[in-house]
């Protein structure tokens, strides 16, 4: 399906009727609306729509994309530290990612200002700009094959058991920020936390933020198969056990390879413990800052493969195995295996 036709079914003029779209109320804190088949918080909708309608992207635009929960960060951090090595060596007490959080260092295209505030624009080039919107949704002239110019994408996916478990637990954690912040003061008590069943179920019918996680994944792994010079594909997994080779890997393809004295030096690996989780964790904006809804330790939890096990019934990962296989049949995409946690 060629980006943005799906989009543009749900426009009236240029902007977007949310009110006449499908509603998912029982993921709290978020109020769930379903946009060309995805379903996605109610806030971000008036970004999307902008993005949609005003965005302006650059050739030397690197655009990092993500279903929620599955490596965001970790990919924004690496992407950040690889692409501006040369004003910020890794090593430097002063480096970005040392005193603001990925992200803040790197903006999601749908959020609230980035495009009709003029954070994006503001960027000096290349930008890197991050996106939740699955490739079906991505404005025309961001996607691959519309417009002209390089563009490059760099998707990160993840087993969909332990996105879904991380998405319940970083759920919980926002309705949690939410009650503190807001208190009773509208009146109504703070919405109780979504049961990891009731998450459960939500998610096999794709009923989260960004689901169906499956097409998601399934959208940009076809496109990297058709445009493997645009769209790069990484797993999360693969990431782990293996953080210096993707990282070369993803230089390379943000057309910034390492260089031989570079190599020699060790700057990929010190890109790589930078970006740790355990380093990252153990920043001060880490541990101490916050975004708007969430505190900042939030987004560094485990970072494992396999943590699933530990919340979801052997039934329960068969039974949601079995959706996202059944789904998959015919892309030529199957999730590796997830290593125990
Ligand atoms: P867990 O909750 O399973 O631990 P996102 O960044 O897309 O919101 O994904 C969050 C998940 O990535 C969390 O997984 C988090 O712990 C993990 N994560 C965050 N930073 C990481 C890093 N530097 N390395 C590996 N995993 C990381």
Not at 49 to 62: G, K, L
Not at 150 to 155: P, T
Not at 329 to 341: E, V
Request: proline content about 8%; glycine content about 8%.
């Amino acid at each position: 399906m060629a980006a943005s036709a799906v989009y543009d079914d749900d426009m009236a003029g240029s902007e977007l009727v949310t009110s006449s779209l499908p509603l998912e109320t029982r993921f709290p804190p978020f109020q769930l609306r379903q946009l060309g088949g995805f379903w996605f918080p109610e806030a971000i909708l008036p970004g999307v729509a902008a993005a949609h309608a005003r965005f302006e992207p650059r050739p030397s635009d690197v655009f990092l994309a993500s279903f929620p929960k599955s490596g965001t960060t970790w990919l924004k951090a690496l992407a950040f530290a690889v692409i501006y090595r040369a004003d910020h060596p890794p090593r430097s007490p002063g480096h970005p990612l040392r005193h603001r959080n990925p992200h803040d260092c790197v903006k999601f295209l749908e959020e609230p200002f980035a495009v009709d505030g003029g954070v994006l624009a503001a960027l000096p080039s290349p930008r890197v700009i991050a996106t939740h919107l699955p490739y079906s949704l991505l404005p025309g002239r961001v996607a691959a094959e519309g417009g002209s110019g390089v563009r490059r994408i760099v998707y990160i996916c993840r087993d969909p058991k332990d996105a879904l478990v991380s998405t319940w637990l970083f759920a919980k954690k926002v309705v949690a920020a939410a009650a503190a912040r807001d208190g009773d003061e509208d009146g109504k008590p703070p919405p109780a936390p979504t049961t990891f069943e009731e998450a459960f179920e939500l998610f096999c019918d794709g009923r989260c933020m960004a689901g169906p996680q499956w097409r998601h994944v399934a959208g940009y792994w076809e496109a990297s198969r058709r445009l493997p010079d645009k769209v790069l594909f990484l797993r999360y997994e693969e990431m782990l056990q293996d953080p210096v080779g993707n990282v070369r890997k993803l230089a390379e393809f943000m057309g910034c390879a390492f260089s031989g004295e570079e190599e020699a030096a060790g700057v990929v690996e010190d890109i790589v413990e930078l970006c740790s989780i355990d380093a990252l964790k153990n920043m001060d904006v880490n541990k101490n800052g916050a975004q708007e809804y969430v505190k900042n330790e939030s987004f560094f939890r485990k970072g494992v493969a396999g943590d699933w096990s530990n919340h979801m019934t052997p039934a329960m990962a068969e039974r949601l195995d079995k959706i996202v296989d059944d789904a998959l049949q015919g892309t030529g995409f199957t999730f590796a295996p997830a290593q125990s946690a």
